[in-house]
């Protein structure tokens, strides 16, 4: 077993390190590690090496790349049965690749982070592509963009196919944007994970384990507007009244143009009078 500070040190050593050094499966094990600090992480590893074991046979090398795809996505949803949990989109085992590897169940984050790596043990280079509300993975060569959508089945999506997922997703309310289409690095990809297990958590009024996804957002990129707003309200949902006025001065401090500049500072007049009447 090993204490959770020091899963957090592994992982702030990881993802401060350069993007390019960023190992994908051991990060997000070192974020499950927080939750489950008897977590074997070579034992994972090696499920994860046994896993690309079995799958790369499926993939032959002088095969199309839409093939080697086709034929990925048909290895691990159908012959390892790996598929997106769409009744427990909130549950914050989704997140956690050890219980992705366990459950063969995940998010759309959790399951692009699996492919991926998966993939790249395999020889092939995936990025993560963050569509509004949906995450996915592409592969590009020259004029050649293909997409794979681990969450349905790992089946394979053209541009248009993006473009009327957004459509669908939000009944024609949010037009496509070509950025939506711009690949996510590692460390994006992080954010996303943790993200969705600051939200699971958030839901299920864990407000602790909440703030802690939140703040190894914040190790990743503690300039994110939208995390630092969101932990100065954790903070204060805890009762840490100091440390959420604390949050919102740094917000201000960073995006001093923010429109909403008058709320956050009238948040922190009324936590300071909070503070005075509890003496």
């Known amino acids: 077993m090993m204490p959770q500070r020091v899963f957090r040190r592994l992982f702030t050593e990881l993802v401060r390190g350069p ?14 590690g927080e939750e489950r600090p008897d977590l074997d992480v070579d034992a994972c590893l090696a499920t994860l090496d046994a896993i690309a074991g079995r799958v790369a046979p499926a993939l032959l090398q002088d095969a199309p790349p839409v093939e080697r795809l086709a034929a990925l996505g048909r290895r691990l949803s159908q012959s390892e049965g790996f598929t997106g949990d769409s009744e427990g989109r909130a549950d914050p085992r989704n997140c956690y690749l050890d219980q992705v590897l366990e459950r063969k169940r995940g998010n759309h984050i959790s399951l692009c982070i ?10 092939i280079v995936l990025d993560g592509v963050g569509l509004p509300g949906h995450f996915i993975l592409s592969y590009a060569a020259g004029s050649l963009a293909v997409y794979l959508d681990p969450f349905n089945g790992g089946g394979l999506m053209t541009r248009a ?11 024609g309310g949010a037009p496509f944007k070509e950025e939506f289409l711009f690949p996510y ?16 958590y958030f839901e299920s009024k864990e407000y602790a384990k909440a703030l802690s996804a939140s703040d190894r957002i914040a190790i990743i990129d503690p300039a994110l507007s939208v995390n630092i707003r969101e932990r100065a309200r954790l903070y204060y949902l805890m009762g840490q009244y100091r440390e959420a006025i604390r949050g919102l001065e740094l917000y201000l401090k960073l995006f001093p143009e923010a429109e909403d500049k008058e709320k956050a500072e009238e948040e922190i007049k009324a936590l300071w009078a909070l503070i005075a009447t509890l003496g």
Do not use: N
């Open 19 to 32: 993007e390019e050094d960023v190992d994908l499966a051991l990060a997000a094990l070192y974020i499950a």
């Open 161 to 171: 196919d993006c473009e009327e997922s957004v459509r669908s997703r939000y009944e």
């Open 185 to 200: 690095d590692k460390k994006q990809m992080l954010v996303r994970l943790l993200t969705g297990l600051k939200v699971a």
């Open 114 to 123: 699996l492919y991926k790596v998966i993939a790249a043990k395999c020889g």
